[in-house]
């Protein structure tokens, strides 16, 4: 007896997936808005960054979109967000100096605006929690919202995606922060009602209707859907339970299925009732009412959905959400790992005053107000001294970190090295030991070669200098050897 050849069906091309992806939504719109919609997405999404505040202003950024020949266009939800008119002149965010030295976040507008949703308390130091926070743009966002002076923990489930959240976050200059890897549906158990304000930028569909970069259009099952919106109500019930009574929590993702953005906040609605409600914003964009069948509590049209042809944006769903009273949910101990038991330890007082006075001598840097300004305190690793958060020690020194704080130098037995990412953050303060890198130098500098100290006379050998160009821009550290300036840049920025 013959068997029946299973027949292979053909895949369908990215085009056809896209096509039904426009299928699946047209239905939530006006015939004339979904005309807006499909005219909108035919155009490419123009560039849009950040600038960070703990390095650079607004009026410099418009300095420099005049040098860099920029027409920009301020992101209307976002005072730190600008779009990025690129004329054929124009040279690329992605390659400025600027960039590279963590002045700039280059970040799709719509992903800007969870952050913004929050009402953040400018009189006191709040404690943020960023549920799902690789690769950390949002978490610099956090940083900056709160001037660096409350702690961000940036939590991610994947220890793939931990090093480039590091990464971020150092280029940022984020000295108050933390860094976990556990899973965010347990956060809320392990610290119920303990913080200001958790962002949940969750785990999605992706199917924002325009493509970016890190967003590729791509196939998605309704199965795949339905278990992404399982997770993310269990992580939005995480973030409720960990916020305190009164606190704010955003949730939001990049998809605007509505399975995975009005149901589940619907769903979070009928759990838990008047203890959770949403916060209108003013934001002209609101969620849908209805999927087809399933109809949503009224209440989920405050929310944001940004359909692209709105804002110009890719789209997007956020939400804000405020707690109202204690959500009434099983508590479990979070684990435990004391920091002495990974090598860290407090610096020695004796030692914090040598490290004082050596930075004031030879960089006029005043540590010990910058560690007052921000809560820091000085702890050592071996010959690396790091400043870690006084938050962070007081309330979470137990709770496993894979990182914290901002590495501020190494002692190599002849004289102490700054960090390159202390220097960059406080640039501004280090007022000594500035050397001028020779406009015929620089591109090579740039590409981490080294420097002929014939064109520095007079160096006192092995100190260490930091590099500017013309206009005073950082542009790294360098060693006097006997015959060269030793090029220190870290290999990520060559």
């Known amino acids: 007896m013959k068997r029946k050849r299973k027949q292979i069906q053909a895949q369908p091309t990215p085009a056809e997936w896209e096509q039904k992806s426009l299928e699946r939504f047209q239905p939530l719109l006006t015939p004339e808005e979904y005309e807006l919609l499909l005219e909108e997405i035919k155009s490419p999404l123009s560039p849009a960054f950040r600038f960070n505040p703990l390095k650079t202003s607004r009026d410099t950024v418009v300095n420099l979109g005049e040098q860099y020949h920029w027409k920009l266009e301020s992101i209307p939800y976002c005072p730190t967000g600008f779009r990025v008119l690129e004329g054929d002149s124009a040279i690329p965010v992605s390659q400025t100096l600027e960039h590279r030295m963590g002045h700039f976040y280059i970040q799709e ?51 793939g995606r931990i090093p480039a959240l590091r990464i971020v976050l150092q280029n940022w200059g984020a000295v108050n922060t933390m860094i976990t890897q556990f899973p965010g549906e347990k956060y809320g158990s392990w610290f119920p009602e303990t913080f200001d304000r958790v962002l949940i930028d969750a785990p999605c569909s992706m199917q924002g209707l325009r493509t970016a970069e890190s967003h590729d259009v791509r196939p998605v099952t309704d199965k795949e859907i339905s278990g992404l919106a399982k997770r993310q109500v269990n992580l939005l019930t995480s973030a409720l339970q ?27 609605l009928q759990r838990f009732g008047s203890k959770v409600e949403i916060v209108q914003t003013s934001i002209q964009a609101p969620g849908v009412l209805s999927n087809g069948a399933q109809q949503f509590n009224p209440e989920v049209q405050k929310s944001v959905r940004l359909w692209p042809n709105r804002l110009r944006t890719a789209g997007f769903f956020a939400c804000l959400l ?42 006029e840097f005043d ?14 690793y071996g010959q690396r001294i790091f400043a870690f958060p006084q938050r962070m020690l007081s309330e979470f020194s137990s709770l496993p970190v894979q990182s914290a704080g901002l590495l501020v130098g190494e002692e190599t037995g002849e004289r102490f090295v700054p960090a390159h990412d202390w220097v960059s953050r406080f640039f501004s303060a280090f007022k000594m030991n500035r050397m001028e890198v020779p406009e015929t130098e620089i591109d090579s500098w740039l590409l981490g070669e080294n420097i002929p100290t014939a064109s520095f006379p007079h160096l006192p050998e092995n100190a260490i200098l930091l590099m500017v160009d013309s206009a005073g821009r950082f542009l790294g550290r360098g060693r006097v050897t006997t015959d060269r300036v030793k090029n220190l840049l870290p290999h990520r920025l060559v």
Do not use: W
């Open 109 to 159: 507008a719509a992903s800007m605006l969870p952050v913004e949703l929050f009402h953040f308390d400018t009189q006191k130091p709040e404690l943020c929690l960023d549920l799902a926070a690789s690769p950390g743009g949002k978490t610099t966002h956090l940083v900056s919202r709160g001037a660096d002076h409350g702690l961000v923990i940036a939590n991610d489930s994947s220890s």
């Open 242 to 268: 960990a916020v305190k009574i009164g606190g704010e929590v955003v949730y939001s993702t990049c998809t605007l299925v509505p399975e995975e953005d009005e149901a589940v906040i619907d769903m979070i």
């Open 322 to 363: 405020r707690k109202n009273a204690a959500l009434e949910l099983p508590t479990t101990s979070a684990p435990s790992r004391p920091l002495e038991r990974t090598g860290f330890n407090p610096l020695p007082q004796k030692e914090t005053r040598n490290l004082e006075k050596t930075l004031l001598a030879e960089y």
């Open 367 to 380: 540590l010990a107000g910058v560690m007052d300004e921000y809560q820091l305190e000085l702890v050592g």
